[in-house]
């Protein structure tokens, strides 16, 4: 029996969509005609909202929002039902943007049933539910420090647990696979590189937290004896109306992003309204200059090694 561990990914097909050029100059960008249906309001997040929680008393609220109050965690985004929300639409237009859910060769295998995925990381879920129902044959199990989200055992298909604690297991010819948000932007305006650096720069000092984890993995993956057939690719994550339908979604998740970061406007010596003001900024720069960032993903297969 295989199992893979999944670490928050997407799949994909080794296509793109044809109307975003790999050509970076801002005139060769066209805009996609294609809409996007994005339910961003149906009953996935109220459902996950009913569970509570038995680390309730681990939570802090700063201007409005809840974080973690849990002093060796690093993690910088709240925990509350908006987070919910925009997570869920971050999962929507990732899987576009992909094609699918993953990128590793496992297709084959989770038709044929019997595997076991894990996702480290999991988040309120969407992805573990949207792939067991596409596998119902294989089991898909979601882990995450925050249970506050989990879905309702009797919203989840048979084929799906999720639990709060961390395990270890990779079974040989099993396969890994990270996909990460690179946080580069290209083609920023004045307020949108403010906002961004000072973005990455508080993050790292507030939580400990490198959000260009992304240029990380190719070497971590490297670095295991027992990983092999390692590759990592990217995808172009257009950000703003100039890209039609997904680039109007887009640029509001990212502006979600930074808005539940407030922890940044100290680090600019602004108030949080202000701060709230300048991201109306970002979305007009985003739209004016065509900015985009980078998807990242890397996957592996676990194989037992063998010195000679």
């Known amino acids: 029996m295989n199992l893979l561990i999944v ?43 009913q569970v509570i929680s038995p680390i309730l008393d681990k939570f802090k609220t700063i201007n409005g929002r809840d974080f973690f109050d849990i002093e060796d965690l690093n993690y910088i985004l709240p925990s509350d039902k908006l987070e919910a929300e925009r997570a869920n639409l971050s999962h929507i237009l990732r899987k576009h943007l992909w094609r699918g859910n993953f990128r590793a060769p496992i297709a084959e295998m989770l038709e044929k049933g019997g595997a076991k995925i894990l996702d480290i990381g999991c988040g309120q879920g969407r ?13 898909f199990i979601g882990i995450d420090v925050d249970s506050s989200f989990f879905p ?4 989840c298909p048979p084929n799906v647990c999720f639990l ?11 396969w890994i696979e990270s ?18 650096d000072t ?24 670095s295991n004896d027992e990983l092999t057939n390692i590759q990592c690719v990217k995808i172009e994550y257009p950000i703003g109306d100039w890209y ?10 990212v502006r979600r992003v930074f808005h539940s970061m407030v922890f940044v406007p100290q680090y600019m010596g602004i108030t949080y309204d202000e701060y709230t003001e300048l991201l109306k900024d970002f979305v007009k720069e985003s739209n004016e200059n065509k900015t985009y960032t980078h998807l990242q993903r890397c996957f592996a297969k676990k194989t037992l090694f063998t010195s000679f």
């Open 244 to 253: 039609g339908y997904f680039g109007k979604y887009s640029v509001n998740n």
């Open 164 to 174: 709060t604690y961390i395990v270890r297991v990779l079974k040989f010819d099993g």
């Open 127 to 139: 992805w573990i539910i949207d792939m067991a129902i596409e596998y119902p044959s294989s089991t």
């Open 199 to 222: 973005a990455v720069k508080a993050s790292m000092k507030e939580r400990g937290v490198n959000v260009h984890i992304s240029t990380m993995m190719p070497k971590f993956f490297e």
């Open 7 to 49: 670490i928050d990914v997407m799949k994909s097909d080794n296509t793109k969509d044809p109307s975003f050029t790999s050509d970076n100059s801002k005139e060769n960008r066209t805009t996609p005609s294609t809409p996007i249906n994005i339910d961003v309001t149906d009953n996935t997040a109220e459902n996950m909202n």
């Open 152 to 155: 309702p055992i009797d919203k």
């Open 179 to 196: 996909s990460e948000p690179t946080f580069r932007f290209q083609n920023m305006g004045k307020t949108t590189k403010w906002i961004h």
